[in-house]
């Protein structure tokens, strides 16, 4: 069946460093891929997303990329701040039934120490 | 625009109960899908309704179940609860385009404990 694997499932940072967090999914016929950030107590509010026909998309901080012959995509955070600590989820949608649906990676929680 | 909304935000329930819980979509959103978060699995895809009529399910038992109204809110019910039901019970919504590739936004959850 669909599975989206999500590594790692912990990332400690010092604030304004880098942070990187990986996904691979199994679907070839995904062709949108979510990131959710989730604060403790919350709900997870999309942050980034990109389809499957662009490779990278931007907005300021925060970068997503896409192979789709690797089935990989990966989220960048740039200059990290303590207020990006959360859980980040990345999701794929899968055409289940002529309908799709988001799959969900297990998460990654992110500390970014000041 | 107003985001999702749930209600109720908190309950605890008994073994053998059961429990339905209510989601407000976005304005205009005809979409509706509902996920189990526990911290063992994750973010899992119940079920999602779409102009009252259930068109995707996940893997899970007939004693979860939902509907949709016409005005696009949607509950879903859980019959002779578990332990193991005990999770945050997240709906999001979306415009429900068949083909889009769509956002869904979530609500803040429903956090049910089984005792």
């Known amino acids: 069946g669909e599975n989206v694997e999500q590594h790692p499932s912990t990332l400690s940072v010092q604030e304004g460093d880098s942070a990187v967090i990986k996904c691979t999914y199994s679907d070839s016929a995904s062709n949108y891929f979510p990131w959710y950030k989730q604060e403790l107590g919350k709900g997870p509010q999309l942050i980034i997303d990109i389809r499957s026909n662009v490779g990278e998309k931007k907005d300021q901080r925060i970068a997503v990329t896409l192979n789709k012959t690797a089935k990989h995509f990966s989220l960048h955070i740039t200059e990290t701040q303590p207020e990006d600590s959360a859980v980040y989820f990345c999701a794929a949608s899968i055409v289940d039934t002529g309908f799709q649906k988001l799959v969900f990676g297990t998460g990654t929680r992110l500390l970014v120490s000041p | 625009k107003a985001g999702v909304t749930q209600t109720p935000r908190y309950l605890i329930k008994t073994r053998g109960q059961q429990v339905t819980l209510s989601c407000s979509p976005i304005?205009?959103?005809?979409?509706v899908s509902w996920y189990q978060q526990t911290p063992g699995q994750g973010l899992q895809f119940l079920f999602e309704?779409?102009?009252?009529?259930?068109?995707n399910k996940g893997n899970f038992p007939g004693r979860f179940s939902g509907r949709q109204f016409s005005n696009s809110r949607s509950e879903m019910n859980v019959s002779t609860l578990e332990l193991g039901d005990s999770a945050l019970y997240l709906c999001?919504?979306?415009?429900?385009?068949?083909?889009?590739?769509?956002?869904?936004?979530f609500g803040p959850g429903t956090r049910l404990l089984v005792l």
């Open positions: 304005s205009g959103h005809r979409s």
């Open positions: 999001a919504s979306s415009p429900g385009d068949r083909f889009g590739g769509e956002t869904q936004y």
């Open positions: 309704y779409f102009s009252e009529t259930q068109r």
